[in-house]
T-cell receptor, first 112, second 113 residues
């Protein structure tokens, strides 16, 4: 039981490049989330999903797209990376409100 | 939507003293309030949570209080130890909003030896 796994752990992109971050959970959780963490700004919700095939916008969705084709996977895409997207990205999942989120270990993305 | 404000942004206390972190929320329908601890370079981890039908909850040296009328909730850490040094986040959620949790901006707690 690995919990929530994020890949990659680190990545450097050039402005305008695209990439996909993968989040995989093996706990059969319904809900999955993508957050970004910036110094002094806490964790801000980008997009989330309440089940397979569904996605919804969070607080800061611009510049990102997501997909949840399989229940265990939640993908975050950057179509044209910008320096403002330099951040640490955390994926999280939850089954109900009981017990709170389980977070992945994070992806540190730098856009130059 | 929900907005969570957290104070202070940094806090330094002497080892053995108590630390208090305060949060306010805007959406009166919020009914779940977790607290997360994040050590340097690590992922956030849930340390305690409270629901709106409870005013106070305690787990060893950690306690959380909730005032629904004032829309305030607080984290109290007693007898602080060096391993308590970390960033602490409060958060708020309501069950009707697909369980999405909105976080405060965090408090960096340092324990002085």
């Amino acid at each position: 039981n690995a919990g929530v796994t994020q890949t990659p752990k680190f990545r450097v992109l050039k402005t305008g490049q695209s990439m996909t971050l993968l989040c995989a959970q093996d706990m059969n959780h319904e809900y999955m989330y993508w957050y970004r963490q910036d110094p002094g700004m806490g964790l801000r919700l980008i997009h989330y999903s309440v089940g397979e095939g569904t996605t919804a916008k969070g607080e800061v969705p611009d510049g990102y797209n997501v997909s949840r084709l399989k229940k265990q996977n939640f993908l975050l895409g950057l179509e044209s990376a910008a320096p403002s997207q330099t951040s640490v990205y955390f994926c999280a999942s939850i089954n109900t409100l009981e017990g709170g989120y389980t977070f992945g270990s994070g992806t540190r993305l730098t856009v130059v | 939507g929900e907005n969570v404000e957290q104070h202070p942004s940094t806090l330094s206390v002497q080892e053995g003293d108590s630390a208090v972190i305060k949060c306010t929320y805007s959406d009166s329908a919020s009914n779940y309030f977790p607290w997360y601890k994040q050590e340097l370079g690590k992922r956030p981890q849930l340390i305690i949570d409270i629901r709106s039908n409870v005013g106070e909850k305690k787990d060893q040296r950690i306690a959380v209080t909730l005032n629904k009328t004032a829309k305030h909730f607080s984290l109290h850490i007693t007898e602080t130890q060096p391993e308590d040094s970390a960033v602490y986040f409060c958060a708020a959620s309501k069950a009707s909003s697909a369980s999405k949790i909105i976080f405060g901006s965090g408090t960096r707690l340092s324990i002085r030896p």
